[in-house]
């Protein structure tokens, strides 16, 4: 087994992961005194910057990193930092990664107006750069991604979600920004049309492999890695897909009694049992599995690519993914 | 006095806001079930489609509606809603104009989620159609929207603002969108730059008168016109012009006495002798004052274009704008 850490998997794109620090303060910087404010404190630290890393990467694997990454990286990070930003709003999430959101440090109002704006910012640098494909893509990707969350919304309502449909939101949830992070990084190194296509696969596999783990990581409860308490899908009545599976393999009694504790107002007894039902039916076992096959999925779309000390950097960013479940 | 009504104001370009009804269905059709039923939901009425018309008739009045003049009065419109069902959000509003608000009838999150998509769907439309002009005009619009309503908040916390700083802040809130609205159709007609910059002032003269106006109804508490209750400003402790100027002109005694109404959990009682106050030292005679300033300022402007039905019709705009205030 690898021990991928997030630097040294992004070691090849490190000196432009830092000078996209500087390039991200300067797009930010605003009349607004309070929105400089609340923007600094959102970009303060340095942050995973998952997503610009894919963006340098696969520029970087296509051939060269230009200011074009650089303006597609930030809008990537601006884009999904205005979905945690209002997500924290809908979720009265008083805490993100043990800070304190945005909604509970100054107000709903506030954070729902920096989320407008960091969505208006991103794609405001496309016009001014003249990035039409970016806008193509990012804009494409936004729609994706408040829509799949609609229909999770509605899905969860109903209690009724196949394992094909959750997927189906996960990819517009979290793949389509990791698509987007991967085709705009090929974009800016003008890749040709083949190597463009194989990292969007890559990037939406990548993203559908994240978003399992985490759901995995919901249950086996590996708390200090996800910056949230262990259940909360469960405590929030979230169907994921270790849950659903679970579901599928339960028989009828079971399974009415999960879903009548499900329901209800539960307490920690109920989030106990159910988590250790969806652990005995394995249903984590199972969303392991699939994450796995989708992280050599993404793997092997980079066959495509000529070997480079990037590409192998995206190989090893897909163990990375696959390695929190261990 | 004229009698001018929007219905008759619009009367030269009325065929194509038929139309425009069905073209925003259109656009808005979607796979999600639940988005489909909340956009129906918003746009099931007419509506005023002010916004819209003001595109219209700015096309009409440089040379010709196109196909054009219809995606930028659309994304005008869904930008403006966006910024709606984000508003009721954080104003934790019940209603809008009589009817259930999305955050009442769904949910926040919801709510939150539609204003994310019909931001990103109004941005997707210009990219699909290849209107870069449109999308310089409107992102940099939603960008002065958030971030001047953002400065709103923050002024507002310190009871500290000027006469002119309320203005800037009207001018980005409201006005960058109406600017943006009338800037469209005339870059939809090919208009030459004098008089789409003409345009584009006369919008945003407007889209203050129209504030300002607003901001008047609020304490002369003409509710059918406004669709909410009077006094709402003051019960959400919100600064505007009327109580700007009267605070500005009353003496220091008095003025400590109103801002410790103003800063305490007020009752109706405060919220009526506050009323009174505004009223009694000018603030609401003045701001009229100031409205009328702009909507002047706004049909000046319009002396730039070339006489027409359309140019005839915005005139009557601004005096339907002001009209409010008798």
Partial sequence: MSTATLQSVTAPVRPSLEEFERYVRRVLRTPVPLLNLVLWYLFRRRGKRVRPALTFLSAAACGQISHRTFVGAAMVELLHTATLVHDDVVDRARERRGFPSVNALWSERVAVLVGDYLLARGLLLATQEREWEFLDITAGAVQQMSSAELRHVQLNRKLRLEREQYLEVIRGKTAAL????????????????????????????????????????????????????????????????????????????ERSEFLRRFRRQHNGADLRWMAQQVLRWGGVEATQELARHYGERAQHALEELPPSPARSALQEFAEFVLQRLW
Same sequence: chains 1, 2.
């Fill in 178 to 253: 990791f698509a987007a992070a991967c085709e705009i990084g090929a974009v800016s190194a003008d890749a040709e049309p083949a190597l463009r296509a194989a990292l969007r696969r890559y990037g939406e596999d990548i993203g559908i492999a994240y978003q399992l783990v985490d759901d995995v990581l919901d249950y086996t409860g590996r708390q200090q890695l996800l910056g949230k308490p262990a259940w909360q899908d469960l405590r929030e009545h979230k169907l994921t897909l270790p849950l659903l599976i679970a579901l599928e393999r339960m028989g009828p009694a």
